[in-house]
């Protein structure tokens, strides 16, 4: 089972940047799908964005393309999300999170088996 761990969250002002880092243990890192989600108070989690297994392809939410990129560095067994432009409604907590089948790209929530702890990411206006 994949242990994973995010850092990196905190509170800052609209238009700040921010870089979420999630430190993954074991030896399968490199043949799944990475996602980074976010569950803001009284709504579901949804689907920030995803990198596949060799950081080939990436995926984004509308709500933050352009804006969010996700990168991994399979070396490290580490996936980042640099967070710019932050708004206000970007506030929730963040969670990164594995794919539950290797070679495969998802970004349904469901499909995600291993999840960190969270990290909170707070944006003020």
């Known amino acids: 089972q994949v242990q994973l761990a995010e850092s990196g969250g905190g509170l800052v002002q609209a238009g700040d940047s921010l870089r979420l880092s999630c430190a993954a243990s074991?030896?399968?890192?490199?043949?799944?799908?990475m996602g980074w989600f976010r569950q803001a108070p009284g709504k579901e989690r949804e689907f920030v964005a995803a990198i596949t297994w060799g950081g080939g392809t990436t995926k984004y939410a509308d709500s933050v393309k352009g804006r969010f990129t996700i990168s991994r560095d399979n070396a490290k067994n580490t996936v980042y999300l640099q967070m710019n432009s932050l708004k206000f409604e970007d506030t929730a907590v963040y969670y990164c999170a594995k794919e539950g089948s290797p070679y495969r790209l998802d970004i349904n929530v469901a499909n995600y088996d291993s999840w960190g702890q969270g990290t909170q990411v707070t944006v003020s206006s």
């Open positions: 074991g030896r399968t890192f490199s043949r799944y799908t």
